[in-house]
Structures are given as C-alpha cells and as structure tokens.
C-alpha cells in the first residue's frame, strides 16, 4: 500500500468541518507547560548523498574486529537468505495487521514463529513477540504480579546472575508500580544462584523468582531445584532464556517436572545481526493457565463457515485497544521484521541445524577456555558446565588487556568490574559457531603476547 | 426488553444481589448486561476469602466483544465462586438470574442492600441509557 500523504488544502478542508483553525488546537487538552517549544536540538534534514557519506564514515569507525564478547548479544552466522527472503515486498513491515483478517500470510508466519517458540520453550503458548529480552523479563514480572493471586507481596526475586542490564530495564519499568525486586546472591565458588540465600525465603509470601539459563556469566543453573523449591512456596517461575541454547539443554516447560510458568528471552541469536544493539525481539510464552494476562498479540488458527482453515488474532478482549487502560500491558506493536527474519532463519537451519549451530558454539567456548586458561597469568574462574561463555580473570588490569587486544583489533570480552564490583579483573568471554579454530588461536597468541607485556 | 425479576436489587454497573435465607449475598449480572457484552468466553472469579469494599473492581467477565469489570455492589468477604463458570461462562448468556450467579458474598452489613436499586429504578435507569 503506498503512502499518500494529506495536502494543504485537504487539511483545511477537514480542519473546517470539524470547525478548528489547526491540528495543535486538536492537542490543546495538552498542558502548556508539557509542551516542547521547539526541537532545536534536531538538526534539520540531509539530502540522500549526504546521508549515505555520513554513514559510511560512521560505519567505517566500527572497524571489522574480531568478537569475542557476548553478554546478551552474539555473534552468529545469518544464511544470506534469511534477509533475502524477508526484505520481499510480500514480508517488508515492521507491523502486526491492522486489518488483520485481511492478511493471511502475515498472521500464518506469526502463527509458525509461536509455534516454533512453543516448541522450542516447551511451553504452552506463545505471544507474536516483544520488544526485547529485557522488556519482555520486565513484563513477565508484571503478569506474574497479576497472575499469582495467592501472593500479596509483589516481592520478585531477581539473582545477581541474571544478564544485569536486564534486571535494570526491569526495575526501571516496575519501581512505579509497588514492585520490589529483590537481589538474590549468587555463589561466588561457581557463579550460580545460591540455593541458601533462596531457602532464606522459604514460606516468605513471594511473588516469582527469575531463573537465567544459561545465567550470565554462562553458567547454567540448578533450574530443576530451583524451580521445585519456588513451587514448593506459591512462588512463579519466570525462565529467562537464550533460544539458541535450547536446541540442546532441558526446556523451560519441564524444569522440576512442574516447568518454569513463564519463559522470556531474546530472539537476538535467531536471525538478527548484533548492529550496534537493535532492533532484536523479545520472546515470551507461558503456561495455558496464564495466557489471559500474556501481554502483546496472539495469532490463532481456526476454521470459516464453510470448514476452510484459517488464521486470526485471538484474545483481544485483554488488549488495549479494546480493555483500555485495564490492557494486561501497554505494549503497541512487536518486531515483526525480525520476527519474520527469525521464523525463517529457523525454518531453513532447523531443528538439526539448531542444534549443531548450539553445540559448534559451546565446543568453540570450550576450546577457547582451554586456550586461554594455558597462558600465563590467565584462569577460568567459574569451572562449571557451561552453554558457550566463560569467566576468565587476568592477574594484570582487565581494562588495560582489553585496550591492548583492541588495537590488535580483537574485541577479548566484557570487563565484569563495571557490572560486579567483587569481579576485579575478571572478563567475561565467547565462542560462536562463527569463532573457529584458526580465530581462537588468534586471540589466544595476542592475549599470550599482550599479558607478556603486562607482565614485563 | 430484558429481563428484570422484582425480588432482586441492581446497581448502576449492572449487577443484581439477592439476598439468601442464610445471609450471604448472591452477585451476577443482569439479562441486559449480558446482552449488551454478547457471548460470554471467560470468567475470572475474586479470590475466595478477600475483604473487599463497595465498588472495587473484584472479577473480570470477558466476552467475544469486551473484557469487563464486575464490581462489588456493598461491603463484605468473598466466600463462594461459581464453579460452573470456569469451563461454561456461557451459562451466564443463558441464565443470567440463576444459574450462571458469579460470586457469594458474606456482606458487612445485611442492611446496606437496602441502598441498592429496586427493579423499577434499574428499569429507568437502562432506560435513560
């Protein structure tokens, strides 16, 4: 559908039947006070071959390194048909339908992209996407608030070894909310939650309590206990997982037999580059019992009057448009492009393909840890069964190692003091699929040379 | 024209109350209630036991048009839900007055029914809809 824009004349012509002299006294409802004056800041419009240039040198400061850092962001192989596919004309927007009966093709992509998610997630059901794994981890605290009507307390557990900056969109978005989230210490032998510091809330009233597998610093967790002992207390389990890795690990929907009752994550490894933090997409599915307070959109298949198979949105009636400001969530819109792009990035790997792109990244870790940990000054610290990152920990400065493997144009992890005061030195690193042998012998002989130096 | 027996109370937001020989209070929604939200799919009952005031928001009723708020019509404890409803919210499209009842209350003060609508003041209340 192409765009057309309104003309002057059409404007006033609508203006003048609805008796108004100009759009901004159709905001005059609009405190004057909250009012921009103007935007100076945004500077005014560039023509196309000026546009182009700016990006190009923009782009060109990003150099080509070689990545080992992951931290919620990987670095994984896109068969160029993904994107070939997906910028078709037939596929090329960002929206759910608005006329949503009237796009069949769209709302059956979503259909299969749930279903994957279901699949995958061993859950129930699955929405069309959020925004992001970090907003999707803070809206899964507000629909545990709603859907844990036996708990009061509004009192979510949050480990320390949950990716941090999602714990911090996650505070951000609740904190006006009478929800508390609180830290739960993490073991600091192995870098997993610590079950004393849970068992600390035994028969407390709590809400949820959040379980990251693999956790942060790639550790993977003791998910089975865990999640028995939060059900044991009336406690909700909220997953939070990297899709990717459940090609190979045990499925949030049979965690402790009972399964985790909501599982979000970001779908950032399935399709989406890593250009410079977005857009990537947020994934939420969850237990039946629960999918009225699942915020975002649901597509269903159904069947017309005539028996002909079909595909609709479902379970409006708790949406915005329609429960208005008692919506489950206010939630506008998903990322259907990268959605789009996922559903296929996932439909030409398959489950085979998913499964050895999991298993070439952890073997890649693994290799890389063995590496790493032979050079001097170097250690694992967390030894513990992992997914594909790792803690090492230098005896020099982390930062100063970091700049050095920069100019050798090596990214060699993120520097974990900023995030965990307590994790002096440490970095957190990570193999890909994309990170062959020949690349982690590379980063190996330059950490080797450049912890020579700073040992000197 | 819907439905409206003379035995019961009503309020504004369009539920009625009876008032059991045992004195706990019956709560649903009128005929004209469940007319105006058509099919009814899902009916999420007020937690058993909770203490709640006149007008707070107890109980949600979502049907194929609109998901809407069920309100407590006085003051009082929530000590019996439907059962029925959870797998046929339908019930309340086919019997508004009886069977398909949403909640029991033990309420605060027997009294305060008194300050409900009668029938013929609900009757012009929809009216003047």
Same mark, same amino acid.
């Given at each position: 559908?192409?765009?057309?824009?309104?003309?002057?004349?059409?404007?006033?012509?609508?203006?003048?039947?609805?008796?108004?002299?100009?759009?901004?006294?159709?905001?005059?409802?609009?405190?004057?006070?909250?009012?921009?004056?103007?935007?100076?800041?945004?500077?005014?419009?560039?023509?196309?071959?000026?546009?182009?240039?700016?990006?190009?040198?923009?782009?060109?400061?990003?150099?080509?390194?070689?990545?080992?850092?992951?931290?919620?962001?990987?670095?994984?192989?896109?068969?160029? *048909?993904?994107?070939?596919? %997906?910028?078709?004309?037939?596929?090329?927007?960002?929206?759910?339908?608005?006329?949503?009966?009237?796009?069949?093709?769209?709302?059956?992509?979503?259909?299969?992209?749930?279903?994957?998610?279901?699949?995958?997630?061993?859950?129930?059901?699955?929405?069309?996407?959020?925004?992001?794994?970090?907003?999707?981890?803070?809206? *899964?605290?507000?629909?545990?608030?709603?859907?844990?009507?036996?708990?009061?307390?509004?009192?979510?557990?949050?480990?320390?070894?949950?990716?941090?900056?999602?714990?911090?969109?996650?505070?951000?978005?609740?904190?006006?909310?009478?929800?508390?989230?609180?830290?739960?210490?993490?073991?600091?032998?192995?870098?997993?939650?610590?079950?004393?510091?849970?068992?600390? !809330?035994?028969?407390?009233?709590?809400?949820?309590?959040?379980?990251?597998?693999?956790?942060?610093?790639?550790?993977?967790?003791?998910?089975?206990?865990?999640?028995?002992?939060?059900?044991?207390?009336?406690?909700?389990?909220?997953?939070?997982?990297?899709?990717?890795?459940?090609?190979?690990?045990?499925?949030?929907?049979?965690?402790?037999?009972?399964?985790?009752?909501?599982?979000?994550?970001?779908?950032?490894?399935?399709?989406?580059?890593?250009?410079?933090?977005?857009?990537?997409?947020?994934?939420?599915?969850?237990?039946?019992?629960?999918?009225?307070?699942?915020?975002?959109?649901?597509?269903?298949?159904?069947?017309?009057?005539?028996?002909?198979?079909?595909?609709?949105?479902?379970?409006?009636?708790?949406?915005?448009?329609?429960?208005?400001?008692?919506?489950?969530?206010?939630?506008?819109?998903?990322?259907?492009?990268?959605? %789009?792009?996922?559903?296929?990035?996932?439909?030409?790997?398959?489950?085979?393909?998913?499964?050895?792109?999991?298993?070439?990244?952890?073997?890649?870790?693994?290799?890389?840890?063995?590496?790493?940990?032979?050079?001097?000054?170097?250690?694992?610290?967390?030894?513990?069964?992992?997914?594909?990152?790792?803690?090492?920990?230098?005896?020099?400065?982390?930062?100063?190692?970091?700049?050095?493997?920069?100019?050798?144009?090596?990214?060699?992890?993120?520097?974990?003091?900023?995030?965990?005061?307590?994790?002096?030195?440490?970095?957190?690193?990570?193999?890909?699929?994309?990170?062959?042998?020949?690349?982690?012998?590379? !980063?190996?002989?330059?950490?080797?040379?450049?912890?020579?130096?700073?040992?000197? | 024209?819907?439905?409206?027996?003379?035995?019961?109370?009503?309020?504004?937001?369009?539920?009625?109350?009876?008032?059991?020989? $045992?004195?706990?209070?019956?709560?649903?929604?009128?005929?004209?209630?469940?007319?105006?939200?058509?099919?009814?799919?899902?009916?999420?009952?007020?937690?058993?036991?909770? $203490?709640?005031?006149?007008?707070?928001?107890?109980?949600?009723?979502?049907?194929?048009?609109?998901?809407? $708020?069920?309100?407590?019509?006085?003051?009082?404890?929530?000590?019996?839900?439907?059962?029925?409803?959870?797998?046929?919210?339908?019930?309340?499209?086919?019997?508004?007055?009886? $069977?398909?009842?949403?909640?029991?209350?033990?309420?605060?003060?027997?009294?305060?029914?008194?300050?409900?609508?009668?029938?013929?003041?609900?009757?012009?209340?929809?009216?003047?809809?």
């Amino acid at each position: 559908m192409p765009f057309i824009p309104h003309t002057d004349d059409e404007i006033d012509e609508m203006l003048s039947v609805i008796g108004i002299d100009s759009i901004e006294n159709l905001f005059d409802e609009i405190p004057v006070h909250l009012k921009i004056k103007g935007l100076e800041k945004v500077p005014t419009g560039l023509n196309e071959m000026s546009v182009n240039r700016l990006m190009q040198q923009r782009a060109a400061q990003d150099g080509q390194p070689l990545c080992f850092i992951g931290a919620g962001s990987y670095d994984h192989h896109i068969p160029a *048909a993904v994107w070939q596919i %997906t910028t078709r004309g037939e596929y090329y927007t960002a929206y759910t339908p608005y006329q949503p009966e009237a796009s069949q093709g769209t709302l059956q992509l979503t259909y299969e992209f749930q279903s994957m998610m279901t699949a995958l997630t061993g859950m129930d059901v699955s929405n069309a996407s959020l925004y992001d794994g970090a907003t999707a981890m803070a809206e *899964a605290v507000l629909m545990a608030v709603r859907s844990n009507r036996k708990s009061k307390s509004r009192k979510i557990l949050v480990p320390r070894s949950v990716n941090p900056t999602y714990t911090h969109v996650t505070k951000t978005m609740v904190k006006h909310q009478n929800i508390e989230l609180v830290d739960i210490e993490i073991d600091s032998a192995t870098s997993k939650t610590s079950m004393d510091a849970l068992n600390a !809330f035994s028969g407390d009233d709590i809400t949820a309590v959040v379980i990251s597998q693999p956790n942060f610093f790639g550790t993977l967790e003791d998910v089975d206990a865990i999640t028995t002992w939060a059900h044991e207390n009336n406690i909700l389990v909220i997953a939070v997982i990297n899709p990717l890795s459940l090609a190979v690990l045990k499925p949030p929907g049979i965690w402790g037999g009972t399964g985790a009752d909501i599982a979000v994550g970001d779908g950032q490894p399935l399709g989406a580059p890593m250009s410079s933090g977005g857009p990537y997409y947020g994934i939420m599915t969850c237990k039946k019992a629960f999918v009225r307070q699942m915020p975002g959109r649901i597509v269903g298949r159904t069947v017309d009057q005539e028996g002909r198979e079909g595909f609709v949105l479902t379970l409006q009636a708790r949406e915005q448009h329609i429960r208005r400001s008692k919506a489950t969530s206010n939630i506008c819109t998903n990322q259907g492009l990268v959605v %789009t792009a996922s559903t296929i990035h996932m439909s030409l790997l398959g489950p085979e393909g998913l499964k050895q792109t999991a298993l070439s990244c952890h073997a890649n870790t693994q290799a890389l840890v063995e590496k790493l940990s032979a050079i001097d000054g170097v250690e694992v610290v967390f030894d513990q069964p992992r997914f594909h990152e790792a803690v090492i920990k230098v005896n020099t400065s982390a930062a100063d190692v970091l700049a050095r493997l920069a100019e050798k144009n090596i990214l060699g992890g993120l520097d974990l003091s900023e995030l965990y005061p307590e994790m002096k030195d440490c970095i957190l690193v990570c193999a890909t699929e994309l990170r062959i042998a020949e690349d982690i012998e590379t !980063f190996a002989a330059a950490l080797s040379t450049v912890m020579a130096e700073a040992l000197k | 024209m819907s439905e409206i027996p003379t035995d019961l109370r009503y309020t504004k937001s369009h539920e009625w109350v009876r008032l059991e020989e $045992d004195g706990t209070v019956t709560v649903g929604i009128t005929d004209h209630a469940q007319e105006a939200l058509g099919d009814l799919v899902f009916v999420e009952p007020p937690e058993v036991g909770t $203490d709640l005031a006149q007008g707070d928001a107890c109980c949600v009723v979502e049907s194929v048009k609109a998901a809407s $708020d069920i309100y407590m019509p006085i003051n009082g404890e929530i000590v019996d839900t439907n059962p029925a409803l959870t797998d046929e919210p339908e019930i309340i499209n086919n019997s508004a007055y009886d $069977d398909g009842w949403i909640f029991k209350i033990k309420p605060s003060d027997e009294d305060d029914i008194e300050q409900l609508m009668d029938a013929s003041s609900y009757e012009s209340e929809i009216e003047d809809e």
